[in-house]
């Protein structure tokens, strides 16, 4: 296959001119001739002036071009016989009497050519053995190229480097590279930010820098340090974590120390990260916190884009669903970020949520759930709703940063009667009407409240050591009829507090004791107060009158009736 000349903006030949020019003198003088070495773009690189100071511009035409064109070696022993040199508009006032010219190559292609110029008296010696001559000329030329490998090997080697220091800067643990002796070759950047100090380190010793005992008695011993807590100071800077050292053995002979430096606030930010949510499944949820139908419905939404509005009566319901969405999702392991809305925080909420490093772009390529999104001011509510439309968000700069984020919002209100009372903007509630899971409270289900009410008290027995203790038919009867209100932790204390103060069967009668519930012949008036507020919270959690009078078991001319009679609207 032919070789191509192939020009660049800056030729290789180019980028060794100096050794270029010193072999171009030492080829002069070694050949009794001038010297003139091009590049594959034309330029002269080096040129000598023995005999001949002025050499007419080069270009395709003339026998070096000729060179660089056909790729092989080109001789001219008499010029006026060579066609080149006779079209040469020059050829008249030339004195060049000869010129052997040889190519140049470089890991198979071609990049100069170099053109031995002689004058009258040395055609005759140089080409009574031409083929000496020229062979000097393509071994100059091999040679010549070496400085080129040497080059290429050094910026690979250099290149290389770089990608891993850069590497290693991303860290969050420090890391320090030294010799057998302990001087320090590298350290990246979280070592200088732990310790404060600057890249001068570099050639310090270890011990000079962080006189420590741990690390004098690893240099003396070599024994290996696994995850050793210590506490070390250098310039007023305190570092408390965890050190690492190992030794590295390089090319089966060099050794060489590697230390690391892990802080105990980079290890609590890391397993705080990885804790949040990350337990919560939907298969977890099944059976006493959401019922089949919720679960199919949250999986349908869990693995589309769209936003996902959780409305539900109970904020840690609503959280527990919004987690478990996001584990289901496809967008898991990028992580979730949680923004409680609360327009107390009204001078910073808009820059917490919308600026460059706010929570918006931290979640990006994730999920960002917004707690309680009712309390959202609406000028923030449109913000959020232009940024839905665009998954833009537009800084104080002007400038504009694109993000890739999923949105989940809860809600404990019925956001279409606040939209009806100028509350909420209608075009965000109508863009979550159609993605919404409507959760109903635990306690609503006699069949979720008991699944809830046996698996906790398993849970605490298991705490307290404690396999003996049941409930009493009287006493589940009691805490199934019992009003919980919309905080299921009350549930979780009270079960809790039963498992911690008994032993074997729990009756009613030690129920009553607790507090738990009215005992008999408190009179009509505090069944009445638990109804009342039974409807209250189930008309303040957004449920129509119908579904209402369904969950109560009567009819809707009773429930408008007692409605009435608590003064309810």
Known sequence: MEREILPVSQTLLETIKESVESFAELIAKTMDADVLIVDNNLNVIAKTSLYFRLYSPVD???????????????????????????????????????????PVFYNGRIIGAVALILPRHRVPLLFGNVERATEFMENTAAV??????????????????????????????????????????????????????HESCLGENILTLLPHRILRDYLQDRRPIRNLKVSMEHAGSQFFGFLTCTESLIYGENRHLIFSFRSISNIWADASAAGIGSMVTLEWCRGWLFEDSVLERAKALAVTEQPVLIQGPQNSINEMASKAICNYSDRSAMGMVNVYCNNIYREFFEQFLFSRFGEIQ????????????????????????????????????SQVLKCDVRLIFTTTANLKELCERGFFLEELYYRLEYSTLLL????????????????GLEFYKSRYGKPSVALSKEAKLKLLNRSWGNDPNEIEKTLERIVRD??????????????????EGEGVSAISEMEKEKIEKLLSSGYSKVEIAKMLGIGRATLYRKMAEYHLK
């Open 144 to 197: 010549m190229t070496e400085g080129l490998r040497y080059n290429d090997e050094y910026s690979a080697i250099r290149r290389e480097t770089l990608e891993k220091e850069q590497v290693l800067d991303n860290l969050d643990a420090g890391l320090v590279y030294t010799d057998n002796m302990g001087e320090i070759q590298y350290c990246n950047r979280a070592f200088r930010e732990l310790f404060g100090v």
């Open 440 to 455: 109903a409270p635990v306690q609503e289900s006699r069949t979720r409240l008991a699944a809830l009410l046996d698996s």
């Open 502 to 519: 008994h032993d074997g069967l729990v009756t009613g009668r030690e129920l009553a004791a607790m507090g738990l519930y009215r005992a």
């Open 362 to 397: 931290r979640a990006n390529h994730g999920t960002l759930v917004l707690y309680q999104v009712e309390n959202l001011p609406l000028y923030l509510q449109e913000r959020l709703l232009a940024f839905m439309k665009t998954r833009e968000l537009l800084l104080e700069d």
């Open 60 to 102: 395709l035409q003339c026998v070096i071009g000729q060179v660089l064109i056909s790729q092989k070696k080109i001789l001219v022993e008499d010029r006026k016989k060579h066609e080149s040199c006779m079209r040469c508009p020059s050829y008249e006032e030339c004195r060049i009497a000869g010129m052997i010219g040889v």
